[in-house]
């Protein structure tokens, strides 16, 4: 019985945190979408405030789900958060294979809008967070390399390019150092015309497109690992009830 609570209140704090988190994710988006001046993104096919308010809406009703069945013994609302979990689980395992059979396709799609996203840097506000905050995290540049964005006009490497900011790279791709406390937004400049011995020293030079594969594959059973909790919980509650039910006829 010590068991399936320890599992039940497992369950409902990590759904609470991520009920949370996902109220904030709407919240973000719903305050994005209301600041912008355009409705619609023109660089890319979703918006990006949008999408933030359509996967935190989705996760604020499977987390409750899962938070208030946890919370109150619904089996109902358990089975539906376990099928849901299964059913992202599928989709994981089916995206794998269709990914794998063919990868060159997928691949050259998500090259291609990658670089979509690289040329419509600084139109947009949402896409300029989003590609700084990618670059950021997986410490990349670029979607192959940092050269890559010699594609936006800003950045052009080229000698008609008056721009002050030509051959740079966004200040996202910079190395940050240790000690350092101010950021300095011209680390980019110029790095495009060196060789990439010369600039890994400040900038990042891998391309995000690989960085976010390595972490797609090492991250692709978490998922699973919840489901599998989860299965778990499903077969301990009937236990839990039989030993009670014993307790209580051993009472009479």
């Not at 599928?90 to 998500?110: E, I, K, N």
């Not at 030509?166 to 300095?184: E, H, K, M, R, Y």
Request: charged letters at 15%; one cysteine or more.
């Amino acid at each position: 019985m010590r068991g399936y609570r320890a599992i039940k209140y497992t369950l409902f704090v990590c759904c609470y945190v991520f009920w949370v988190v996902s109220a904030i994710l709407t919240a973000v988006g719903i305050y994005a979408k209301a600041a912008k001046e355009k409705d619609v993104v023109d660089t890319l096919t979703v918006d990006p405030a949008l999408l933030l308010i359509i996967v935190g809406s989705l996760m604020f009703f499977i987390t409750f789900l899962g938070c208030f069945g946890a919370l109150r013994n619904a089996t109902c609302l358990l089975r539906a958060f376990l099928g849901i979990l299964v059913a992202v689980l599928l989709l994981q395992v089916a995206a794998a294979v269709v990914s794998y059979l063919f990868t060159d396709q997928v691949m050259g799609r998500t090259e291609k809008l990658m670089m979509k996203a690289v040329v419509g840097y600084r139109e947009d506000q949402d896409l300029e967070n989003v590609i700084d905050f990618i670059q950021k995290k997986f410490q990349c540049c670029g979607v192959q390399s940092y050269k890559d964005w010699s594609k936006n006009v800003y950045f052009d490497c080229s000698d008609s390019n008056p721009s002050l900011e030509a051959c740079g790279v966004p200040f996202s791709c910079c190395i940050l150092l240790s000690n350092q406390t101010v950021l300095n937004t011209m680390c980019g400049y110029g790095v495009q015309q060196q060789d990439q011995s010369s600039a890994r020293q400040d900038v990042f030079t891998v391309g995000c497109l690989d960085k976010i594969i390595w972490w797609t594959k090492h991250n692709l059973m978490l998922v699973g690992g919840l489901t599998a909790g989860l299965l778990l919980l499903e077969v301990t509650p009937p236990q839990g009830q039989q030993i009670s039910g014993t307790k209580t006829r051993t009472r009479k």
